[in-house]
């Protein structure tokens, strides 16, 4: 059997690349897309990272679900997601209740992560030669995602950052070249990330979906 293929960074470039449309909105197809790449890459760092990945993962799986599923032309961006979600009354708004999870908070989740991952990419583009990647990565974590997790989950996190190999051996697992390629790949990957980024951000809070439980 083949091995499959090994993760490039260039693949997540271009898929949250793919996702933001002329009319600026986000198409959920590249962004499932995108994060399908990024989870291959967490498989690649190793066991300690699977805690993270397998809950990613899950988030994923769900939103594929309902982008395959009997409504999948709601889901086709965020904005026709939040539109008919909260239309029709699928989003619990103040407890969750044991319905099924909602579109919108699951993807709330990917969302806060993605800003993670964006600090955490900028930091390690402008970082040097020598700069720590578990201090690039547990700075980015704290600045952004940790609010949102309990102790013992930041507690796990921030022990799994300390396995992160160095700076240049990380950038070589993104597997587009040099390190000096791989900041360069950076530099044109984060700021499509950080379109995505602020789009979600303002429809949610546009639609008061920011603090989804
Ligand atoms: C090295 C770069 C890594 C960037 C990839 C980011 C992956 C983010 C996944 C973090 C998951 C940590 C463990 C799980 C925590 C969940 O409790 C939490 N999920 C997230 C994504 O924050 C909240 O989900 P829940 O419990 O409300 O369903």
Redesign the pocket.
Known sequence: MAAPAAFSLREVLSAFEACVTEQREVLLGPYLCGWRG?IRF?HS?GAVFS??SK??EA?VQLMEGLCCGEHRERYVSLQSMVRYELDSGLVELHRRSGRPDSGCRTVL??H??LR??QL?LEGLRTGGEHSRTSAI?TDSYNAS?AA??PWV?RKA?TMAFCALPSRDAFLRTMNVGSAEDAVAVLGEALPHISDVYSITQELFAQHRLLDLP
Do not use: M, P, T, V
Request: charged fraction near 20%; glycine fraction near 0%.
């Open positions: 990024l967490l760092l805690f993270i809950d990613a988030k989740r990917l806060r992560a993670w991952l955490f990565c995602l949102f997790h989950i996190a």
